[in-house]
């Protein structure tokens, strides 16, 4: 065996955890978290389904693998985001927003969203486990950006009272309706975002003026 081969196929084994999530992405994008087996993810990664075992010991290990490399990852970018910026809080809130929206609503993340809708109910491990890692993880990352106005003085201290859920909402409305409805009526998500960034901004920065009033 060359040198040459020896590197490729380190490569690929470097590269196979990678090939096994997107094939799992799509293999519960297609039939959902109930309808997907490890046989079905092993054929779609070109793989057979012994080599998924040592990568994932189970169909819930590679779920969880997947909700961190798509949702998890946006929320770590807009962390990111955070620790970058030093302007304006209306400023980072925007680009935060278009952020997500770019990856949670028209990105990848919406087969998790979508399997999550269909089938939570059912599938109550999945539903701990996005709760536990994922959304409280969104939700410190929402109260920092908003500490981040405070400390500037963009908002007033009582800002802090502010439920995320309720700063983030529009994000989930948009990626639900536009899983339920559309096809027949399809959501300007660019138009609905710039509401979401305008609605938010002026509720909370008026809110902020109004408490500096004497």
Do not use: C
């Amino acid at each position: 065996m060359t040198e040459t081969t020896k590197t490729q196929r380190r490569r690929r084994k470097a590269e196979r955890p990678e090939e096994i999530r997107r094939a799992a992405l799509e293999e519960i994008a297609e039939k959902g978290i109930a309808g997907s087996t490890l046989g079905g993810i092993a054929n779609r990664a070109g793989i057979s389904r012994t080599t998924v075992y040592l990568y994932f010991e189970t169909k819930q290990e590679i779920f969880e693998a997947v909700a961190r490399d798509t949702i998890e990852r946006t929320i770590d970018d807009a962390a990111s985001m955070l620790d970058d910026h030093d302007g304006p809080f209306a400023t980072l809130f925007e680009s935060v927003i278009d952020r997500i929206y770019s990856q949670i609503v028209t990105g990848d993340a919406v087969a998790i969203l979508r399997a999550l809708l269909a089938e939570g109910r059912e599938q109550a491990d999945v539903v701990a486990f996005y709760h536990r890692e994922i959304f409280s993880k969104g939700e410190a990352t929402v109260r920092r950006l908003i500490a981040y106005g405070i400390e500037r003085g963009d908002l007033s201290p009582n800002a802090a009272a502010l439920d995320p859920r309720a700063i983030m909402s529009p994000i989930m409305f948009a990626a639900m309706w536009d899983l339920v409805f559309g096809q027949v009526d399809p959501l300007d998500i660019d138009g609905f975002k710039r509401d979401h960034v305008a609605l938010v901004l002026h509720g909370i920065l008026a809110n902020s003026r109004a408490a500096s009033l004497p």
